[in-house]
């Protein structure tokens, strides 16, 4: 299984950017996707996640302006940034929680590679 994410790059305060995250391989389900980031000195945080069922959870600093979303089909989840804020600046790295065939069934977490979403004042 990998998790490919694309988007991010160099926006201004009050810009937009989109994240973008597919997972691929032998998934047989994946049970919940998101976003996690990690600024430089701190510890890696949640910024969204969505469960299959449409089950969404924000940290509290992106309330507002953030929105995830999920296409089941495509086993991809989307992150549209809004009204960024130079405090958004991090590695964004997407994660799935599923269950993998290969022979037999396993709960797996996967992590894709991280991208920089960096956002100038």
Not at 43 to 54: F, K, M, N, P
Not at 68 to 94: F, G, H
């Amino acid at each position: 299984v990998q998790l490919q994410a694309s988007g991010g790059g160099l926006a201004q305060a009050g810009g937009s950017l989109r994240l973008s995250c597919a997972a691929s391989g032998s998934i047989f389900t994946i049970n919940a996707m998101g976003w996690y980031r990690q600024a430089p000195g701190k510890q890696r945080e949640l910024v969204a996640d969505i469960t299959s069922g449409g089950r969404i959870n924000y940290v509290d600093s992106v309330k507002g302006r953030f929105t995830i979303s999920r296409d089941n089909a495509k086993n991809t989840v989307y992150l549209q940034m809004n009204s960024l804020k130079p405090e958004d600046t991090a590695v964004y790295y997407c994660n799935a929680q599923l269950v993998e065939y290969s022979g037999r069934y396993y709960h797996r977490d996967y992590w894709g590679q991280g991208t920089q979403v960096t956002v100038s004042s």
